[in-house]
């Protein structure tokens, strides 16, 4: 049971450069989300999706784009990479049980740095 | 707008000693609260969560944590430290309700350091 993965664990990126971060999970969970932790700041939530072909902005969007086109994948896109987005990002999953949220189970991160 | 507070950025403490780490919370509506561990290069593991019932709720490697609502708290505790718990630790808050996704709000952390 592979969990949620993220591809790739580490990346530097030149200013400008466009990438797109994967994120792959296997419990066929409803919930993704991508967060970005910085130091002193905790994580904070860019963007989520709650299904298949849904995305919504979180606290720090701009910058960035998702898509999900699948249940158990969700890309993070930069389309122009800024300093400002060198960060650890993490993906996440968790589904509900009736009409109750569940715990968020995340990937090992990926550390990007962007010169 | 939801929001956690750790009050602590670093804390040191002896192993055998016992660790409290605190946690505050803000939240319109009734809270689903979380404590994650994340050790060095790694992702955040769960260690305990809350939404109802027993306000002492038991986790993973012996912590526990206590949830006081009229002081908007959930206190991560442990009796003795071990080496292998020096990590970093997150208070999350989310919405119980689904409908609205697990989105978590976290604090800014509190580095445990254990010295020997």
């Known amino acids: 049971n592979a969990g949620v993965t993220q591809t790739p664990k580490f990346r530097v990126l030149k200013t400008g450069q466009s990438m797109t971060l994967l994120c792959a999970q296997d419990m066929n969970h409803e919930y993704m989300y991508w967060y970005r932790q910085d130091p002193g700041m905790g994580l904070r939530l860019i963007h989520y999706s709650v299904g298949e072909g849904t995305t919504a902005k979180g606290e720090v969007p701009d910058g960035y784009n998702v898509s999900r086109l699948k249940k158990q994948n969700f890309l993070l896109g930069l389309e122009s990479a800024a300093p400002s987005q060198t960060s650890v990002y993490f993906c996440a999953s968790s589904f509900r049980q009736g009409q109750m949220n569940t715990e968020a189970f995340f990937g090992q991160g990926t550390r990007l740095t962007v010169v | 707008a939801q929001s956690v507070t750790q009050p602590d950025i670093h804390i040191t403490v002896s192993e055998g000693a016992s660790l409290e780490l605190r946690c505050n919370y803000s939240?319109?509506?009734?809270?689903?609260l979380f404590w994650y561990v994340q050790s060095p290069g790694q992702g955040l593991q769960l260690l305990l969560k809350?939404?109802?019932?027993?306000?002492l709720v038991q986790g993973i490697k012996g912590f526990e944590a206590e949830f006081k609502r009229s002081q908007s708290s959930f206190n991560l505790r442990k009796p003795s430290v071990h080496w292998s718990d020096a990590a970093e630790y997150f208070c999350?808050?989310?919405?119980?309700?689904?409908?609205?996704?697990?989105?978590?709000?976290f604090g800014t952390g509190t580095r445990l350091q254990v010295t020997l």
């Open positions: 999350a808050v989310g919405a119980q309700r689904a409908g609205t996704a697990s989105k978590l709000t």
């Open positions: 809350y939404f109802s019932g027993d306000t």
């Open positions: 939240y319109g509506a009734t809270p689903y």
